[in-house]
């Protein structure tokens, strides 16, 4: 009768933090303006597989503790196995946002181990991926490791792409390795030393903690260009006041003919090309800022005026192969100097450069 009372109470206090904090988070998806909503269903997905797991996890962990084979463990356990691999494939969807639009090649793996893994509850796949003795001791099967290889599959393919999202925000990859660390950490537990409910709780971590990442980095930064948004200049900028550093300004030349004459979908396209030339050129040396419509700054922090010179030269002539053209004035801050009048100088030179561009 003691141990009927104590497990509930048990997975309740297991369980309450998790499921309260997916909740919260939910809410916190429904009402975000700022993401795709390709991206928030994402989100949104994963945390209901958050929530199946914690269910199927509680299942598992009171079929378990029964004297005889069972079938709500061979649910829950298959169950368990499919929520895991459709989790790490939400988060590979997430982690590849920016590039493929149709996910079915990506999902082949996950429809694998949900096929095996359903299989295996019925009596006519028993031993497949797992099966049950008499007196309830777990048998893994032949493919018995086969959610294992598809979850590291997948969080092989986050890390991939968060490197490959690499100019668009240096930090992410270093937080996914974390988040894949700890569920691969939390997941040996679980298997070799008969821990329960500790990849549940790291997997609803991540997915909160990613989120807000996110998040915070959206609010950043522009979501055309993916620059850092113009606050972000003045703040990195004060944090830069005692160092010596050189700033760029630049200009798109004729965004506003692009808009009026072709549409604001080939201003878009513009303004995404110019860009990425700048990213190609600039990003290993400088932080690059869209402060303003067809305007962006670049902060130098360990460059001189010669090496920009060389930097904007090699920008400008790779950018005259397009149809578009970015005009470019720099100047070197050295601390003690008024940071405001330095920024004027390099549009003072900007707009020199701009009407040499226009052969005026």
């Known amino acids: 009768m003691d141990l009927v009372v104590s497990l509930p109470r048990l997975l309740v206090q297991i369980d309450f933090a998790s499921v309260f904090s997916i909740f919260c988070l939910i ?51 298959g169950t368990g196995y499919s929520l895991r691999a459709t989790y790490l494939f939400f988060i590979t969807v997430i982690a590849n946002r920016y590039r493929t639009k149709n996910n079915l090649l990506l999902a082949i793996p996950l429809f694998v181990c949900i096929l095996v893994s359903v299989i295996s509850i019925f009596p006519f796949g028993h031993g497949i991926m797992f099966s049950f003795s008499a007196d309830n001791k777990f048998i893994r099967g032949p493919l018995g490791y086969l959610s294992h290889i598809v979850c590291f599959f997948y969080a092989f393919l986050i890390i991939f792409y968060s490197f490959r999202n690499f100019n668009h925000n240096k930090f992410e990859p270093l937080i996914l390795i974390i988040i894949v660390i700890a569920a691969s950490l939390a997941t040996f537990l679980e298997q070799f030393f008969n821990y329960h409910f500790i990849l549940s709780q790291v997997l609803t971590s991540a997915i909160i903690f990613y989120y807000f990442f996110l998040a915070t980095i959206t609010y950043k930064r522009d979501p055309l260009t993916h620059f ?50 700048m990213s190609r050129f600039f990003d290993k040396y400088a932080k690059l800022y869209r402060t303003g419509g067809d305007e962006f700054m670049a902060i130098f922090p360990r460059a001189d005026v010669i090496d920009v010179k060389k930097y904007v030269k090699d920008f400008q002539q790779a950018l005259s192969e397009t149809k578009y053209r970015v005009a470019c004035g720099y100047s070197i801050y050295i601390p003690g100097e008024n940071i405001e009048k330095i920024i004027s100088l390099c549009d003072e030179k900007m707009y020199t450069d701009k009407a040499r561009l226009k052969g005026l």
């Open 27 to 77: 809410a916190f998806i429904k009402t975000n303006v700022n993401f795709p909503e390709r991206t928030n269903k994402t989100f949104f997905f994963a945390c209901f597989a958050v929530l199946l797991l914690i269910i199927s996890d509680n299942f598992r962990f009171v079929s378990a503790r029964m004297d005889h084979e069972n079938i709500y463990r061979y649910i829950s356990t």
């Open 228 to 277: 850092l948004n113009r606050q972000c200049f003045y703040l990195e900028l004060s944090h830069h006041a005692k160092s010596k550093m050189v700033l760029l300004s630049m200009d798109l030349n004729n965004l506003k003919d692009f808009n009026d004459k072709e549409g604001h979908l080939a201003g878009d396209k513009a303004l995404e090309i110019s860009s990425q030339y």
